[in-house]
């Protein structure tokens, strides 16, 4: 008769030895689930109906809509227009076109809800700019990186539906509000942490613009903003559902791109289409396994064994939470977000949640917050990887400057892990406790 024990060393085993041996995490967790179901004499359809199961979810369509439009505003020139709105704003302060980069990125965040997409659309215009202008190319891309991480946690968010899904049905407009101020902070803090940086290294200020010129670029800008007011608006509100607005959102961001700013034909739209679809594919393939593998994980109760342990290191509240927190950490750095968040739910929020009485929503933005600073980090930081291929530089000359820009980061996680407030005033002042 199969040991469940086994079983549970047989998952986790195998997933570790994949994982090193770099095989895609799709893979990784399919496998796994596969080999553990032979050996537990579970029949294979049933990891098939669990893969199918994982992905047949209404609120899961809103997420292929969220990619889309994202793609489409990022190649029809929102971003630039972003860059131009964010100057005038903040580009007269030391270190301009560094507080225009993070300014430029909590915009962009609120439109595409990815930090890869806003390194690739913000990086590639403002990188080779700030080194023209004299910038350190470390800082550069540091900076630009760092600042990417606001699309993980300012609404819209599909990681944030990921989310929602793995806890078992957390309301998404209540976890898209929760996002919002701890966003906006890690946006102010960067913009902080990057004036004494341009203070210490004299970095310049940006020109004066024209008042003439700044309400073109103002009205201009707010066309494609007006993307994430639909979104986040029609759910709040309850006109919508997630996956409404993300739907009447991805038709108002083709007519904008196409219709109005018009600086891509309509023949582009072919591979905006191809580009939505692979990157579709690869998060529900990634979300039907690791359904599979979450499930096995349940049926082998390996929940509760990670909260019997983690609760018997100790019965402090804040010195557990600091253990999750690395433990994010660290699994951040190397693991992509949208796996771990699939994976460290169902283990984490039995503690979190259940022991500790966190509310779902912080539980979800303090896990995005987490996982969106891996993507900044080595190994696998993917939002660092693309940051420094535009810069053509290497993670090993970014790193010194990314320092200063991790301990800020650092130290708004700690605030929204022990404030609750910070995560839970704009939700229970719009939607009711």
């Not at 893979?27 to 080999?35: E, K, R």
């Not at 022991?355 to 933005?365: H, I, T």
């Amino acid at each position: 008769m199969p040991n469940p024990a086994t079983g549970s060393t047989l998952l986790l085993g195998l997933f570790l030895i994949l994982l090193v041996l770099r095989v895609p995490i799709t893979f990784v967790l399919a496998i796994s689930s596969i080999v553990t179901a032979l050996y537990l004499n579970i029949p294979l359809l049933a990891i098939v109906q669990r893969m199918a199961q994982g992905v047949n979810s209404f609120s899961l369509l809103a997420i292929p809509f969220f990619i889309l439009a994202g793609e489409i505003m990022s190649q029809g020139g929102i971003s630039n227009r972003l860059i131009q709105f964010s100057n005038i704003l903040v580009g007269r302060v030391r270190g301009g076109l560094a507080q225009v980069n993070v300014l430029a990125s909590m915009f962009f965040g609120g439109i595409s809800g990815s930090a890869v997409a806003d390194v690739s659309s913000i990086g590639t215009m403002l990188i080779p700019m700030m080194k023209k202008k004299g910038y350190d190319a470390d800082f550069s891309v540091a900076i630009t990186v760092t600042s990417a991480c606001q699309g993980v946690i300012i609404p819209p968010s599909h990681n944030m539906i990921i989310y929602a899904l793995a806890a078992g049905g957390v309301s998404v407009g209540r976890l898209f509000l929760g996002g919002f101020v701890p966003g906006v902070m890690l946006g102010l803090a960067l913009m902080i942490i990057s004036y004494v940086i341009a203070v210490k290294r004299n970095y310049p200020k940006e020109d004066k613009v024209s008042l003439k010129e700044a309400l073109k670029v103002s009205k201009d800008a707010f066309l494609g903003l007006f993307t994430a007011v639909i979104i986040i608006g029609g759910v709040i509100i309850g006109i919508f559902t997630a996956t409404e607005s993300a739907a009447i959102a991805t038709v108002y961001a083709f007519v904008i791109t196409f219709f109005v700013y018009k600086e891509i034909p309509l023949s582009r739209f072919k591979g905006i289409l191809y580009a939505s679809l692979r990157t579709l594919a690869m998060v529900m393939g990634l979300i039907a396994a690791a359904s599979a593998f979450g499930w096995l994980m349940a049926f082998l109760r390996i929940p509760e064994s990670a909260t019997r342990l983690l609760l018997s290191i100790t019965d402090n509240r804040i010195v557990l939470l600091l253990l999750i927190n690395v433990l994010l950490l660290v699994l951040g750095a190397i693991m992509d977000m949208a796996p771990l968040i699939l994976i460290t739910t169902p283990i984490l929020y039995p503690v979190v949640v259940g022991s500790l009485g966190m509310d779902p929503v912080q539980f979800g933005v303090m896990l995005i917050l987490n996982l969106g600073i891996g993507l900044t980090t080595p190994p696998v930081g993917s939002a660092l990887f693309v940051g420094c291929a535009v810069g053509r530089i290497s993670i090993e000359q970014v790193t010194k400057s990314l320092l200063p820009l991790w301990g800020t980061m650092i130290i708004v996680l700690l605030m929204v892990t022990f404030i609750p407030d910070l995560v839970m005033f704009v939700p229970n002042l719009i939607m009711g406790q």
